[in-house]
């Protein structure tokens, strides 16, 4: 059973890196957009997130007092990378949609403007972001869907590399040398 | 002849000054505007002390705009187009939207179409809704059900009052809404002048000085005839030249100073709620902010917008609390020598006494000195962004500490094994006992069993310990709950409890050991090896930790033992987590004392409340009348409390560098202690406190001591015997022979020089009243009248002998400065003595009461020539000489311009 699931998310991840792209942008409105084309063979996520077949344009919420010097902004654009990771564990594309369309989410980027943390010439935390992703599937601003519900952030929920959904994860790996 | 003569000379003399007699004013540039600003009030320092208590009528707005600006520029990146371009005009729009914001609020309190929100929710007064929230809402927690509260009455706002307000809360008219009655005149009611500050000069001379004299007065009209040198106008953005910060100075004109004294504290309590909770939810916003408003609401604001009482008087009642104080702290942070001398204050030391300490270490502080620097920068901006900066700076460093402890504590708690601590820590002791020769590794082992002991001991022992009832309050507390919410898994309470168990494992292996062979008279203590936190407390911080070495050292003999999984790749030290069962026990206890040490000083740094910031920088005696250290009326009724106490009790340690307590009892009556102040209601605390936890937390601080808190340390040991605790007080020693005690009172000395020959132990007993201070401090709301701050008491009476504490007011009105400048050319000292008491020196009733009513009237400019001649008297106003004719008999009724 645990090996036909592999394969099958092993088929998932072929066809979905191709089939599908996500972008997210600031719209000429002033709003944060997360924008999902899709093709065809995977039509049923963009009507999962939006009911179109081909394009979803969803709203991001702007997270309350996110911009600012508060110690959990702070932790994450610190830890992003280390104590926040990705697991292996490969999101379905169903469990994406549904997050997607109870819009109880925020995107985090090494970019966004909620990162003060960071000079705006260097940005040490774009290397922290992209390695949640593998070298060969990272782009060049990792998103990161961050859980904020009833105007309070939560946890990481998953990441996204290159057409496949990770989920996010508190590491609390050592190494003990007994 | 004679008659004629005279008759001729009279007539003469008047037919001249009729011709051509205008008496001009000229002495300055020539400038427009009216001076709209509030009367300068001076004070010297009892009147100030006093003065805390009063509401003020005017504020400085602070705005940081740094997080803002950035977040700014990153949004206009993402967006496109040319960000810097954008960001300027956003950072504009963010400071208008503020100071609209603040206006808009202002003027519906004024109008009675927002109700006044008690800032005492205990007043009997208080409407029951609102006072059912304030008592459930934490001070350390954010509370949305206010948030809601506050949303039903700004929607509420525009309905029929008399109808809807019932429907919210049972708000009364008279009490809570703002009436005419509360103002001087009626028509300016709604009124608020709003200047944008470039420097901070003799307009604010109040803040430069107590008494003004003909000096001051000379210069306040100097820098009043360039007005537009220090001051613009609110939204005149091409005067803002930082982008990084941006002042303002907001005055309320024309109040009732008997009205306001009862309502202003209410006034600024509620513009500070409304203000914060407007800016995130009121549909008002989009109108200033525009399409910008999202981005605006998603803004910390309480990190970003300070409002700074301008002078003595305050925006919130003094209390003494921990909240209080450690926010007047935020003082500290604007001198500008703050960097160089950062190191050395309290908030940035590992175990911090806490922001009573300030109180302490200077109970008669100067006052309106220029006490924040503000006369050492060019510009109010760059004042500002000093102030900011080091705020910021130390924040950072506390978050960083913060962020570090939680995620020590995180990962140790989920991987290190207890009975693998226990077992490890036998281990080292008895690999240490066996090796009878003192090789490299095993004096290294047993320094870090000696550190290892005398660190949990000060930190844990049951009944005796000092800091465990400080860190029991860390455990009460719920800020590290609240910041790191969804940062880490447990809350705090697991922690502690997590600390409190290897506590128990250290003490019972520690005392399970005969210390005394143990550590035996040949062993030489390396007290570098120490955390800073215990030598700073133990041996008053005359050393520096050198704990580094000893890890260096470790890392030669042993592998660590917790590392990240990157440490097999890097080596570095950074990726160890802990090195060995001894270093991992102890960086748990200094990660619970780091959290101790961030939440000492919570409230200079974090907001809960979602309520603007409105720290009392321009007034030190604020905290110190409140807390009883300053008592402005000192001199009719100051009391000595009087000490006598005797070693009554002595426990031993088990360990030799740490403290034990014994019981010292006051002479009964002399003192009352805190335990009675609990029983007797006395220490009013935070509601979510139950008296009984304050009780047990009191007790725990004080172990079996009746209030005072008495230290006794142990010498036995020659090489060991220096600086074992050295708290500032009234000490006792006693020393001893092996077999009995000889006590040796040493009144008010710090260090004892006990003869070694003939004594093999001493004790010394001192009162540590920083201690009860740093701890009391914390019971939030109140305490009572009573504060034991003994020694700070005896340093007053010294400091009070100069004329400073008799209370003395002076007020002056900035217009009536610059129109005597004006006439005059310089003020003289006859004049001077006139404008200190509210008063006009135009020498002349009818040019003061034309004054009085151009001000009145709201004619802007300013007087360029006048000609008086009783009912055909006539006025040139700047810009435009428009000449306006009057009566001097009835000014008011007569005063018309001149077609």
């Given at each position: ?178 | 002849m004679g008659k004629i003569f005279i008759f001729f000379f009279f007539f003469s003399s008047f037919a001249f000054s009729f011709d051509d007699d205008w008496t001009k004013w000229e002495k300055g540039e020539i400038h427009s505007k009216r001076i709209h600003l509030n009367p300068l009030r001076f004070t010297n320092r009892a009147q100030c002390a006093l003065d805390s208590n009063k509401p ?438 697991t922690y502690f409890s997590f600390y409190e168990k290897i506590s128990e494992i250290i003490g019972h292996q520690c005392n399970s050991i005969d210390q005394h062979a143990f550590w035996d008279d040949e062993f030489l203590l390396k007290k570098e090896g120490f955390f800073q936190w215990y030598l700073d407390k133990v041996y008053d911080g005359r050393m520096l930790s050198k704990i580094s ?97 005797d070693v009554a009790k002595a426990s031993v340690s088990a360990v030799a560098p740490a403290a034990i307590f014994a019981s010292a009892t006051l002479k009964e009556g002399r003192v009352v202690s805190f335990k009675q102040l609990v029983n007797e209601g006395k220490i009013v605390y935070d509601v979510n406190y139950k008296k009984e936890k304050i009780q047990a937390g009191l007790f725990a ?199």
């Amino acid at each position: 059973m645990i090996s036909l699931k592999i394969f099958l998310l092993f088929f998932a991840q072929i066809f979905s890196t191709f089939a599908w792209d996500l972008d997210f942008e600031i719209s000429e409105n002033y709003l944060q957009e997360l924008k999902i084309s899709c093709s065809d063979r995977d039509s049923e996520f963009c009507y999962q997130s939006c009911d179109d077949e081909f394009f979803c344009s969803i709203e991001v919420p702007f997270c309350q007092n996110c911009l600012g010097n508060s110690f959990l902004m702070t932790a994450i654009f610190s830890e992003i990378g280390r104590f926040y990771k990705s697991s292996e564990e490969l999101l379905e594309l169903s469990d994406v949609a549904s997050l997607l369309r109870e819009k109880k989410f925020i995107i985090l980027t090494s970019h966004i403007f909620y990162n003060i943390f960071d000079s705006t010439d260097f940005n040490s935390t774009t290397e922290k972001f992209q390695s949640l992703c593998r070298e060969d599937e990272f782009r060049e601003y990792t998103l990161v869907f961050w859980e904020y519900d009833s105007l309070e952030l939560g946890d990481g929920l998953f990441v996204f590399c290159k057409g496949q959904f990770f989920k996010i994860e508190k590491s609390y790996d050592v190494i003990l040398n007994l | 002849m004679g008659k004629i003569f005279i008759f001729f000379f009279f007539f003469s003399s008047f037919a001249f000054s009729f011709d051509d007699d205008w008496t001009k004013w000229e002495k300055g540039e020539i400038h427009s505007k009216r001076i709209h600003l509030n009367p300068l009030r001076f004070t010297n320092r009892a009147q100030c002390a006093l003065d805390s208590n009063k509401p003020s009528e005017s504020i400085f707005l602070m705005i940081n705009n740094v997080s803002v600006a950035k977040g700014l520029y990153r949004f206009f990146k993402m967006k496109g187009g040319d960000a810097e371009d954008l960001t300027k005009k956003g950072i504009f729009t963010f400071r208008s939207t503020i100071i609209n914001l603040f206006s808009l609020i202002h003027r519906e309190i004024m109008k009675g179409r927002l109700p006044l929100l008690p800032s005492d929710s205990t007043d009997k007064k208080t409407p029951f809704v609102y006072k059912n929230l304030m008592e459930n809402c934490r001070s350390d927690t954010r509370c949305l059900s206010l948030d809601d509260y506050i949303k039903s009455i700004w929607q509420n706002r525009l309905k029929d009052k008399k109808l809807a307000w019932t429907d919210i809360d049972n708000f009364s008219f008279k009490n809570h809404f703002v009436l005419e009655s509360d103002f001087e005149n009626f028509d300016q009611k709604s009124e608020m002048y709003c200047h944008y500050l470039k420097k901070f000069s003799p307009l604010e001379a109040h803040l430069f000085g107590a008494k003004p004299g003909q000096d001051v007065f000379n210069k306040m009209g100097e820098a009043l005839t360039h007005v537009d040198k220090h001051l613009a106008n609110c939204f005149d953005f091409n005067e803002q030249k930082n982008l990084k910060v941006a002042a303002f100075q907001i005055d309320i004109p024309q109040l009732n100073s008997k009205k306001w004294k009862k309502k202003g504290f209410d006034y600024w309590h509620s513009i500070q709620l409304y203000f914060s909770w407007a800016i995130r939810y009121a549909p008002e916003v989009s109108l200033y902010a525009k399409e910008l408003t999202k981005l605006f609401r998603s803004i910390l604001i309480e990190d970003v917008v300070l409002f700074i009482p301008n002078g003595c008087k305050t925006l919130t009642s003094p209390k003494c609390d921990g909240d209080y104080l450690a926010l007047s702290h935020l003082r500290n942070f604007t001198r500008k020598e703050f960097k160089k001398n950062a190191l050395n204050l309290d908030i940035l030391s590992p175990l911090p006494e806490g922001p009573s300490k300030d109180l302490l270490d200077d109970e008669t502080p100067k006052v309106n000195t220029d006490i924040n620097d503000l006369g050492e920068f060019q510009s109010a901006e760059k004042w500002l962004e000093n102030f900011q900066d080091n705020i910021a700076q130390v924040k950072q460093v506390h978050k960083t500490k913060i962020l570090k402890a939680l995620t020590k504590l995180n990962l140790l708690y989920k991987n290190l094994d207890l009975n693998f601590l226990k077992s490890e820590i036998k281990e080292a002791f008895n690999f240490s006992k066996s090796k009878n020769t003192l090789t490299e590794y095993n004096l290294f082992l047993k320094n870090q069993l000696y550190y290892l002991c005398g660190e949990f001991t000060l930190s844990g022992h049951n009944d005796f310990s000092f800091i465990k009832g400080l860190l029991k309050i860390l455990e009460d507390s719920g800020f590290i709950n609240e910041i790191s919410k969804n940062f880490v898994d447990e809350n705090i309470q697991t922690y502690f409890s997590f600390y409190e168990k290897i506590s128990e494992i250290i003490g019972h292996q520690c005392n399970s050991i005969d210390q005394h062979a143990f550590w035996d008279d040949e062993f030489l203590l390396k007290k570098e090896g120490f955390f800073q936190w215990y030598l700073d407390k133990v041996y008053d911080g005359r050393m520096l930790s050198k704990i580094s070495l000893d890890l260096d050292f470790y890392l030669k003999y042993r592998k660590p033992l917790i590392v990240y999984p990157q440490y097999n790749v890097s080596g570095n030290k950074s990726d160890i987590i802990c090195a060995s069962a001894i270093f991992c026990s102890r960086d748990i206890l200094k990660s619970i004392v780091d959290l101790y040490a961030a939440t000492e000083y919570t409230n200079t740094f974090w907001s809960f409340e979602n309520k603007v910031k409105s720290p009392a920088l321009f007034n030190p005696y604020a905290e110190r009348t409140a807390c009883r250290v300053y008592d402005p009326w000192f001199k009719t009724k100051a009391t000595l409390f009087s000490f006598f106490h005797d070693v009554a009790k002595a426990s031993v340690s088990a360990v030799a560098p740490a403290a034990i307590f014994a019981s010292a009892t006051l002479k009964e009556g002399r003192v009352v202690s805190f335990k009675q102040l609990v029983n007797e209601g006395k220490i009013v605390y935070d509601v979510n406190y139950k008296k009984e936890k304050i009780q047990a937390g009191l007790f725990a601080d004080f172990g079996p001591l009746l209030g005072v808190p008495c230290m006794i340390s142990l010498a036995k040991f020659p090489l060991i015997r220096p600086s074992f605790f050295h708290f500032k007080g009234i000490q006792v020693g006693a020393c001893s022979t092996k077999n009995s005690y000889d006590l040796n009172v040493q009144s008010a000395s710090r260090d004892q020089n006990n003869d070694s020959n003939t004594k093999s132990a001493c004790l010394s007993c001192s009162i540590n009243f920083e201690s009860v201070a740093t701890t009391a401090s914390y019971f939030t709301p109140y305490l009572g009248s009573v504060f034991f701050f003994i020694r700070g008491i005896v340093r007053l009476y010294r400091g009070l002998k100069d004329p400073l504490n008799i209370p003395r007011s002076w007020e002056t009105r900035h217009q009536d400065v610059l129109d005597a400048y004006r006439k005059y050319g310089e003020i003289s000292k006859s004049c001077s003595r006139k404008l200190r008491k509210l008063k006009s020196c135009l020498k002349n009733s009818c040019e003061e009461d034309l004054a009085k009513v151009l001000h009145l009237k709201k004619i802007e400019g300013q007087i360029s020539s006048i000609l008086i001649d009783g009912d055909e008297s006539f006025v040139k106003m700047t810009p435009l000489d428009k000449v306006y004719s009057f009566s001097c008999s009835e000014i008011e009724k007569t005063l018309k311009p001149l077609e």
